[in-house]
């Protein structure tokens, strides 16, 4: 069998060449204030049901933007920018001047059932987004549904669903090296766990942030998306069938809470698109997904099924404050190399013990990752996080170096060695420079930490050169998906009802 460096030495440069990512990124749509906006979607923007890079995620305050899949990062990089750079032209001119919030955790909220579920139109499937998030809210509630992201879309040329498997198992295992790098959530605002119980302790007196002392990411702990009935899931990423078999279970087993709920209330109106365990798909919610290109009103499971993994979601990336547009070129380049290491090292199958093992690390590195000494599990032994980070970066060395040989300069090498500092120094990383700011200049306020970052990405991309042609380009982009909504929308010939149950058939899982 060959060794980890043998496989990185045999890796052809344009096979590496062909390696492609794409970004999608979520953030809130505030006010000057910091409160949330509840204004409708911006009708500039174009319609959030067709348009190729800009829609809303959870909630309608909830803009989700996305590039294409990229040969380069700085293309990746390039784009992300430009959307961005239109969105803020379009949300400047809204009422009371809006802006993109810069946090995973958001920013002041209004009273759960007020928070504004995102919208698609009238037609059959622009409803099931809206009624899946409904589901959404009963089953978590409103306030989860402004957590913001970014995820990361990654794919190599000939590797097939058995390697993308494995590279999962390793991803999973090594997810803390993520957290504890790139994690930048901290401190919230206290209305995001009013009336919940939590562990956070205050900030300052409290009534303007809380916080934990060595998290990295609570958005990735237990205070993000977190059910006692996803806790009952533990699925395995040993292959396509197993993993599919586990999903599939999930989609069409009844949860007697969510049948109470029922699908619609008395009245009429829908509360949920089933009454399973999961409603659908994306409702299981993991740091990665195996992810395959879907057919217009395909299930993604299907899609699965059928023509196996195409590409692999990393869904564990937080909002960097410090960065206009989230994310660094630096930090793209880290998680490419961070992936073919995943796919490349030995990747064993995973085991139930391990699932709860790796959990409960997720956990740890979320809440407690800079806590000097903690110490996480590996195959039954306990170990220290830096060491075991460590260990990983070293690893990744070659692998930087043989992506550097196939694109020319050492961008890879460069990031990689900022990513060993930041892991040497841990009043470097993100969430540490975070809870510093926020004591040092703002008065332990999150908020005005927030707004303060957010203000300052949108002054920096509005004053970045943008042209005519830019314009014209998404103001056509936008109109465009207007007309493309209403196409959908007069081409529907079944009641919502009739179309929901087919949808939603076993069958359609494949």
């Known amino acids: 069998m060959s060794t980890l460096p043998q496989r990185i030495a045999a890796l052809p440069a344009d096979r590496l060449a062909g390696m492609r990512r794409g970004i999608e990124k979520e953030g809130l749509r505030v006010l000057p204030t910091g409160a949330l906006a509840l204004t409708p979607h911006p009708v500039a923007l174009g319609s959030a049901l067709t348009h190729p890079c800009i829609t809303t995620d959870y909630s309608e305050s909830q803009i989700e933007l996305i590039t294409g899949a990229h040969r380069t990062v700085q293309e990746c990089q390039d784009e992300l920018t430009e959307i961005h750079q239109f969105v803020h032209r379009v949300l400047q001119q809204q009422p009371g001047g809006e802006m993109l919030w810069v946090s995973s955790m958001p920013c002041m ?3 759960d059932e007020t928070i504004p579920l995102a919208r698609y139109g009238s037609s059959n499937p622009g409803r099931a987004k809206s009624v899946y998030r409904m589901g959404l809210g009963h089953r978590y509630g409103r306030r989860m549904q402004t957590i913001s992201g970014i995820h990361y879309n990654w794919s190599l040329p000939g590797v097939g669903s058995d390697e993308y498997f494995a590279l999962i198992r390793n991803f999973r295992r090594h997810a803390f090296v993520l957290l504890y790098l790139f994690g930048a959530s901290p401190a919230l605002c206290p209305c995001f766990v009013e009336g919940r119980q939590h562990s956070l302790q205050p900030l300052g007196d409290g009534k303007r942030a809380l916080y934990l002392p060595h998290a990295t990411s609570l958005r990735m702990g237990r205070l993000g998306y977190q059910s006692d009935a996803q806790a009952t899931l533990a699925v395995s990423y040993n292959g396509l069938q197993g993993y599919a078999d586990s ?25 949920q698109m089933g009454t399973s365990l999961l409603q659908i798909e994306n409702e299981f919610y993991g740091t990665i997904r195996p992810k395959r290109t879907v057919h217009s009103g395909e299930r993604p499971l299907h899609a699965l099924r059928e023509r196996g993994v195409e590409y692999v979601e990393v869904r564990l990336m937080d909002l960097d404050p410090f960065v206009p547009v989230g994310i660094t070129a630096d930090t793209m380049r880290l998680l490419d190399v961070f992936l073919l290491h995943c796919l490349l090292s030995d990747s064993p199958p995973d085991t139930p013990a391990e699932i709860a093992e790796l959990k409960n690390n997720q956990h740890l590195a979320a809440e407690r990752g800079r806590e000097a ?7 039954g032994q306990r170990v220290l996080l830096t060491d075991w980070a460590a260990e990983v970066l070293a690893e990744c060395a070659p692998i930087a170096a043989t992506l550097d040989a196939a694109h020319g300069g050492e961008a890879y090498a460069h990031a990689l060695t900022a990513a060993q500092a ?17 004591q040092q200049q703002h008065d332990n306020d999150f908020t005005a930490f927030a707004l303060a970052h957010s203000q300052s990405a949108r002054d920096i991309l509005m004053g970045q050169p943008w042209s005519e042609s830019q314009q014209a380009r998404y103001q056509a982009l936008a109109e465009r998906s207007l007309e493309e909504q209403r196409a959908i929308e007069v081409a529907d010939d079944l009641p919502f009802e009739a179309w929901r149950e087919r949808f939603m058939a076993v069958e359609q899982l494949g």
């Open 109 to 111: 909220l209004p009273t």
């Open 373 to 379: 000494g903690l110490q996480l599990m590996r195959r």
């Open 247 to 271: 999903l599939h279970e999930a989609l069409t087993r009844p949860y007697p809470a969510y049948e109470a709920i029922g699908v619609r209330n008395p009245g009429g109106d829908y509360n």
């Open 422 to 438: 930041t892991l040497a120094a841990p009043h470097s990383t993100p969430s540490a420079r975070v809870l510093a700011e926020l």
